[in-house]
């Protein structure tokens, strides 16, 4: 049986542990210890599958020298292609998101059920991209604005318009090294085919490639995600929530959404509203309906409207566990198959809803944004009619539940300080945050991001690191399932600041935030990358001059690894917890950890002791200050 002490740092896993165990559920821990030690081959990346020759697995020994596959690929080769094709699939995966929601933006109408709600965001962005808005109503804006979204898919010349935000001397630098995106599919595909047997071999080619691609990530789909989801749903400002999977509600009829795009995530928040679903609800007996989040669609609809969030990635078999999960409701990305397994064994209904995410075993409704409200409703009612075969032996909700501030984004970071420090600027302005980092009352700022991963205990590399660093009088930033540990382990709550150094805790206190900041989901990051590229325009210096870092303590996903990789390429250094799949290339290693630096200006750097993580990110910090002698 599994220790939950073991594997998690989160008491509501304590009970909810031993209950599946007595209720003959598998979990994904009992799979990972079935699953025993990996394969060596594939951790170290030297597996190749690209061609019917193989399967080749190749390794490298200092006294063997260099083994190759069939067609004479060598493990730099095989090591490199892997690498670049997961970089690949986590660009398509956030901007095919991004996709999705700049189709909604242009079917947008005043009397839709996808309105624009931050118009002021609109025309901004309409001027950035020089579209006329003289004598034009909103959504006429909208739609021209979408399109030009749109267009960033499959532009046949230039490169992508949001790099235009980079400080200029990146942006020299992209030019110069030949990394500036075309089109986002463009550089997709140019990965694909570059990685079929008997194209490209070059390992430095190929992760020259993957950084080209994962910039057409961070600055083309993931911003294009963020940016028009502002317009369409509103740009988020700081908002009380709770957080954990106390945050169920035994009486009501318990709703649960886990994915990502918030198209389907915003319809449901209205739909829950609906009188006459409220009224069924009544009708079978319940208090009510409860909607929670999980995963990266909480951030989005917590942000926006305090939608509790119910848990992170490795919650998400635990919530169905609970017994008192009428729905769960999902899209795209990050949703565990094994839910339609789990829920059948409660009365949870588990419900995909896109084309692009059908799962085995669970009901398919497909959510047609043509009639999208309409649908979501139909989704409530599936829940709330679904609260009558509730079995009550089976229930348990954890007490546990915790308050958190959730909702900062780089607007709402500025005009928080300026108006603190008495500025009158319309955005506010960077003045106060710099020079807290001037005077070393900040010491530098970090951005913990990303997943779960079944070799950690489940959230403690991110509040370790977390606590180490504010402690230390870093700011933390955080998004995604890394924020959400945070938010649990009351990390986001203004009292919070007790944990943080002298100096920190005094900004927090005379500024009125937490010592960390939720800043959304993963395709949120792009705030992060417009913030960091900000201060440097304000300071004149590019990205890699400044004190700040990424770190990704839990990483699992191939979207992390297309993260980490713009990042990376944007100029700021990515502090890894966990090896990707490269060890088995010397010479990979070496590009990734090091000669980048050289290239771009920053690095990975991989430390699985956490400890040790938090040196490393301070030395390197301080390192930056007294370059820029501050
Ligand atoms: Fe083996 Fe080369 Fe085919 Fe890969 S591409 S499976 S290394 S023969
Ligand atoms: S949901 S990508 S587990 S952060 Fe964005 Fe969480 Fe990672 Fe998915």
Redesign the pocket.
């Known amino acids: 049986m599994i220790d939950a002490k073991n594997v998690s740092i989160d008491k509501t896993l304590d009970t909810l542990i031993e209950k599946a165990a007595d209720e003959k559920i598998e979990t994904i821990w009992d799979r990972k210890k079935i699953m025993k030690t990996p394969c060596t081959f594939g951790e170290k990346g030297v597996c ?4 019917s ?4 697995r190749v390794s490298f020994t200092p006294d063997k020298g260099v083994q190759r ?3 004479g ?1 060598t493990a730099a080769t ?1 090591v490199a292609r892997n690498q670049a094709r997961k970089v690949a699939a986590g660009t398509a995966s956030h901007s095919d998101h991004a996709r999705d929601i700049a189709y909604v933006m242009h079917m947008a109408s005043e009397n839709g059920d996808y309105t624009i709600k931050d118009r002021q965001k609109l025309f901004k962005l309409a001027t950035e991209w020089n579209v006329e808005t003289k004598d034009k109503d909103v959504y006429t804006v909208a739609h021209e604005v979408a399109e030009i979204a749109l267009n960033e898919f499959g532009k046949p010349f230039g490169y992508l318009r949001f790099l235009d935000r980079a400080p200029e001397p990146r942006k020299e630098l992209w030019e110069k090294l030949e990394l500036l995106p075309r089109a986002i599919d463009r550089e997709v595909t140019t990965i694909m085919h570059s990685t079929h ?1 008997g194209c490209m071999s070059d390992a430095l080619s190929l992760i020259h490639m993957s950084m080209r691609a994962s910039l057409a990530d961070g600055w083309g789909g993931s911003m294009i995600a963020t940016v028009l989801s502002d317009i369409l749903f509103g740009t988020p400002t700081p908002i009380k929530t709770e957080t954990n999977l106390g945050v169920l509600d035994e009486k009501k009829v318990n709703i649960v959404l886990h994915g990502h795009e918030p198209s389907l995530s915003e319809m449901i928040v209205l739909a829950v509203c609906d009188e006459g679903l409220i009224e069924l609800a009544k009708q079978v007996g319940a208090d009510g309906i409860n909607l929670v989040g999980m995963c990266c669609t909480a951030n989005e609809v917590t942000m926006r409207h305090g939608i509790k969030i119910a848990g992170n990635f490795h919650q998400q078999e635990m919530i169905i566990v609970t017994g008192v999960v009428e729905a769960m409701i999902v899209d795209v990305q990050c949703i565990l198959p094994s839910l339609s397994q789990i829920s059948k064994c409660y009365h949870t209904k588990f419900i995909t809803t896109s084309p692009k995410a059908k799962i085995t075993g669970s009901t398919y409704i497909d959510f047609d944004k043509k009639n999208a409200l309409a649908i979501a409703k139909k989704l409530v009612r599936e829940a709330v009619e679904n609260f009558k075969n509730r079995k009550p032996e089976k229930v348990f909700v954890p007490k546990e539940r915790s308050d958190a501030i959730v909702g900062f984004t780089v607007e709402g970071i500025k005009t928080h300080l300026a108006k603190v420090a008495g500025i009158d600027a319309v955005d506010g302005s960077l003045k106060p945050l710099v020079d807290s980092i001037a005077n070393g009352s900040i010491r530098g700022i970090a951005a913990i991001v990303g997943c779960n991963n079944t070799k950690n205990k489940h959230d403690s590399g991110h509040n370790e690191v977390i606590r180490n660093l504010t402690a230390n009088n870093v700011l933390v930033v955080a998004t995604g399932c890394a924020a959400q540990a945070a938010a649990k382990g009351r990390l986001m709550t203004a009292e919070a600041k007790d944990i943080a150094g002298d100096g920190l805790k005094a900004v927090c206190d005379f500024v009125g935030i937490p010592p960390v900041l939720h800043l959304g989901s993963c395709v949120d990051i792009s705030r992060i990358l417009v913030f960091v590229s900000e201060v440097a325009k304000y300071l004149g210096v590019d990205n890699s001059a400044l004190p700040v870092v990424g770190v990704a303590p839990e990483w699992m996903s191939e979207k992390a690894l297309a993260i980490g990789t713009y990042v990376v390429t944007s100029g700021v250094d990515v502090f890894l917890g966990l090896m990707p799949p490269i060890g088995g290339s010397p010479e990979v290693v070496d590009i990734l950890t090091n000669a980048a630096e050289d290239l771009v200006g920053a690095k990975f750097y991989v430390y699985e002791d956490f400890s040790e993580m938090t040196e490393a990110i301070l030395d390197r910090m301080d390192e930056k200050r007294r370059k820029l002698g501050i």
Do not use: D, K, Y
């Not at 190749?48 to 061609?51: A, K, L, M, T």
């Not at 020759?53 to 080749?56: F, L």
């Open positions: 190749c599958q690209i061609c020759m193989g399967p080749c596959g069939i067609c690929a095989i047997i």
